[in-house]
């Protein structure tokens, strides 16, 4: 081998393998700040009910359940339209009516979420408040509906390339057996599509659970603990929020210090579940059509 | 080798040029020490930030070799920014703690404690709302949730929306311990969860503007016309009063405060120039005409 292209190999090699160093680096940074939390603080207090540090209450379930009611309401608002729209991109619109609709959906991703924060405060919670007679328009469902903004661009994009990867073919067999449009989409793209778009829906929840400043602007921030269907429509206090509130106020070193490192572990394992399972959907043994797509 | 001759008179002369010009600025230096810029960098309490501000401002103008930044963020991460050193004063709406002292010293000062002004704390609420008058009592009942409808203080059947700011600020901590445990050391009663936690003054103040369900509580200084100050008592029934400069320094409004600016060590130079003028009758001008309320010099 020449010494040029040796060097170029090399520089490639070690370009490559520095995503895994920094992950790794990120990961016992996050290890040796937030692990004394579990010598600090005792399991019962650490799942107790109430999370108010400035007088030693450490209790993390109230953040959890409020990320967890964030995500999933998210979630639940940003499937069907997220999914609709790359279908309605990828299968349904004329090629000029698609040639905008993309752009504009990648615009939308551009949007910082702070903006969308700032539009959430002044129109969207005094909205929640007056269209549902809630005591206040700060709730996990403002916060959600923000969020489904948010992780929409993602699903879309994504869930439109699955949607470009199913062969043509399909859908002209399909047609000469005088399937309609709509039978095609259900019965045909979407099953060959479905490892694709389960992976836009993964990263679609890792954007939300991510998500801080516009969550921080509009939830509230009341670490209550999921009582019900109520928790949807009150105030809550996201994982992500509080590290970011907080963050700037500590001692370092002190117990509240590495609990919110500590939270930053719980986080980074969330986010860790979902590009397992995503990626142990995608690469599952395919079988029969399913093999030639994606 | 024919051609490096030239090359090295060229790199000689370039290196005797240079010299010359590094010799011409340290002389204009010299000359003109007007050039120089002093920088303070000022940090901490929210409450204070404004106010800050505006002195920083007035202060700059009138000495143009002085270059004030100010930055909000809370009490609390002033007070880390002093002790990691990367302010040199500290604003404040609450007093030091002994464990901030004592992380201060590890790092090799003295926090020193200057108090800039005084600010009394508004309990806001919409203007719809017809409530005028709270006792303290009934506020502390409210934020621990023992009282959670308005009808139950003698207002509208609304449920209570309890704001609050973050547990980084200053007023924060003042309001736990001055209203929700009323001063007693020994009441370890604490906000009640359902407590909305808002990161700015300005996002109590736009909520207790939209919301008629609202209660929130802010520095006098950042209450605006739109929404609507209770007038309070310390005891039940007895007389209520509305904060103003007057009152507060009468003695009469039951939750005020001083607010603060920590150096670190006693200060020098500049520092302590800019701490007196703050000191002085001019800028406690500015302290009463941003309405907060100005502390006299004895």
Request: net charge negative.
């Amino acid at each position: 081998m020449r010494k040029s292209e040796k060097l170029i190999t090399n520089t490639i090699r070690i370009a490559g393998s520095s995503s895994i160093l920094f992950l790794l680096l990120i990961f016992v940074f996050l290890l040796k700040e937030g692990f004394p939390t579990l010598q600090e603080i005792s399991f019962v207090e650490l799942l107790s009910r109430r999370w108010y540090p400035i007088e030693g209450l450490f209790g993390i379930l109230p953040l959890i359940s409020g990320s967890l009611i964030v995500t999933i309401s998210s979630m639940i608002i940003a499937l069907p339209f997220g999914i609709g729209t790359a279908i309605y991109i990828g299968e349904i619109a004329p090629q000029g009516l698609k040639e905008i609709f993309k752009p504009l959906v990648e615009v939308l991703a551009g949007i910082p979420s702070v903006v969308l924060g700032f539009i959430g405060i002044l129109v969207l919670s005094p909205m929640m408040r007056t269209g549902l007679n809630l005591p206040t328009g700060l709730t996990a469902l403002t916060g959600a509906i923000l969020l489904a903004l948010i992780s929409i661009p993602t699903i879309v994009s994504i869930a439109e390339d699955a949607l470009y990867a199913v062969p043509k073919s399909y859908r002209e067999a399909a047609y000469a057996v005088g399937a309609t449009q709509w039978q095609i989409i259900w019965h045909i793209v979407l099953p060959a599509a479905r490892v694709g778009i389960l992976n836009a829906v993964m990263l679609g929840v890792g954007r939300s659970l991510g998500e801080t400043m516009a969550v921080m602007m509009v939830t509230g921030n009341a670490p209550t603990l999921f009582s019900g269907l109520d928790s949807f429509i009150s105030p809550v206090r996201t994982m992500t929020a509080t590290i970011a509130s907080e963050m700037g106020e500590v001692a370092s070193g002190s117990a509240h210090y590495h609990i919110l490192f500590f939270i930053g572990i719980i986080l980074f394992f969330f986010s860790l579940l979902i590009n397992v399972t995503s990626s142990s959907l995608s690469t599952r043994p395919k079988r029969g059509k399913d093999q030639v797509v994606s | 080798m024919k051609h490096k001759a030239p090359i090295l008179f060229l790199l000689l002369f370039c290196a005797i040029l240079s010299a010359c010009q590094s010799l011409d600025q340290t002389d204009s230096e010299q000359i003109n020490p007007d050039s120089q810029k002093t920088y303070i960098e000022n940090k901490g309490s929210d409450t204070l930030v404004n106010l800050a501000l505006a002195w920083a401002e007035e202060y700059q103008q009138l000495n143009p070799v002085v270059q004030i930044s100010v930055t909000g963020g809370g009490s609390g991460t002033g007070f880390t920014s002093l002790i990691n050193g990367t302010i040199t004063i500290a604003n404040a709406s609450r007093q030091i703690k002994p464990e901030e002292i004592d992380a201060a010293r590890e790092n090799g000062f003295e926090p020193i404690e200057f108090i800039v002004a005084n600010d009394a704390i508004a309990v806001i609420v919409n203007p719809e709302n017809p409530i005028e008058n709270l006792s303290l009592e009934q506020v502390s009942k409210i934020y621990k949730g023992e009282i959670k409808n308005w009808q139950e203080v003698g207002g509208e059947d609304r449920p209570i929306v309890k704001l609050s700011r973050e547990t980084n600020s200053g007023t924060h901590v003042y309001f736990l311990e001055t209203v929700i445990r009323l001063g007693s050391k020994d009441d370890n009663s604490i906000f009640s969860a359902d407590t909305l936690l808002l990161p700015s003054s300005e996002g109590i103040i736009a909520e207790v503007r939209d919301n008629p369900n609202a209660i929130g509580y802010d520095g006098l200084g950042y209450v605006t016309p739109d929404v609507k100050t209770i007038a309070l008592s310390q005891e039940a029934h007895s007389n209520y009063i509305i904060p103003s400069a007057e009152t507060v320094l009468s003695g009469e409004y039951p939750i005020s405060r001083h607010l603060y600016m920590y150096t670190r060590g006693e200060p020098k130079g500049a520092e302590l120039a800019y701490l007196e003028w703050i000191l002085s009758s001019d800028a406690q001008e500015i302290t009463a005409y941003l309405g907060f309320v100005p502390v006299i010099r004895e």
